[in-house]
């Protein structure tokens, strides 16, 4: 009885439940294609996608988690999350190569003026880093919408950990290793703002991630100095 209850919960959901698989596929074919080519992109997609249909219980929950889809939502209105959720990522995405393409230019500056390397760091820090990680942390204080996703990524995260623990932690681990050196600082902050209680823990987690961030990049963005100005010279050609 319970298998067969099983099953046609499945049949039941399982329209719904495709739609997140294809969406699930497209997300990380596009993504990983796009940064390391489509020979690992869509290989990759492929396996987690079968990893997930594998487990289509925690995926059908943890995704819901993520697009904060709720038990009673009409179609329109699950439709309306997942819109929302994926405008965000693609404006925060574009907003992302932007920051970037200025932190270039500011690092390219410094060193053409003689600028030393604290100073392009400290540059970094105060003209882009804090500034745009601070504007979207304090969005979400004031109005609880948050652009960077993070939150969702959180919601996901912990569905994760209550179904499965070891998946959990590696999601946890994955997210404080990306957290080091990749994942932009207003991301992280609201990522583990469950930790970052009170509004002074907020601000130093901030402070010190958007200084960690500049020094990082700034340090990847100097030592490829040449390498971006020939990068430039080659497109200019």
């Known amino acids: 009885m319970d298998i067969l209850r ?3 919960a499945f049949v039941r959901e ?3 439940v495709a739609v997140k698989f294809c969406l699930l596929f497209i997300g990380i074919a596009i993504f990983v294609s796009y940064n390391f080519g489509i020979r690992i992109g869509f290989p990759l997609a492929t396996a987690v996608t079968l990893l997930s249909v594998a487990h289509w219980r925690i995926f059908d929950k943890a995704s819901d988690a993520f697009f904060d889809i709720r038990k009673g939502d009409a179609v329109g209105k699950m439709t309306e999350k997942i819109t929302v959720t994926v405008a965000k990522r693609i404006f925060y995405s574009s907003l992302d ?7 270039i230019w500011l690092v390219i500056a410094a060193k053409n003026h003689g600028f030393s390397y604290p100073a392009a760091v400290a540059a970094m820090w105060v003209f882009i880093d804090l500034p745009s990680a601070g504007a979207f942390v304090a969005i979400y204080e004031k109005t609880g919408r948050d652009m960077t996703l993070g939150r969702a990524y959180r919601r996901m995260a912990n569905t994760i950990l209550e ?7 590696i999601v946890f681990v994955y997210e404080i290793t990306l957290a080091s050196f990749w994942s932009g600082p207003d991301y992280t902050v609201l990522f583990f703002r469950d930790e970052l209680k009170t509004r002074m823990r907020l601000a130093v987690g901030l402070m010190s991630i958007t200084a960690a961030h500049a020094f990082l990049w700034t340090g990847v963005y100097w030592l490829g100095y040449e390498n971006v100005l020939e990068l430039i010279r080659h497109f200019k050609g």
Request: without cysteine.
């Open 6 to 8: 099983r099953s046609a």
């Open 14 to 16: 399982m329209p719904w």
């Open 97 to 103: 190569y932007i920051l970037a393409g200025l932190s």
């Open 163 to 169: 179904y499965s623990k070891k998946a959990g932690v």
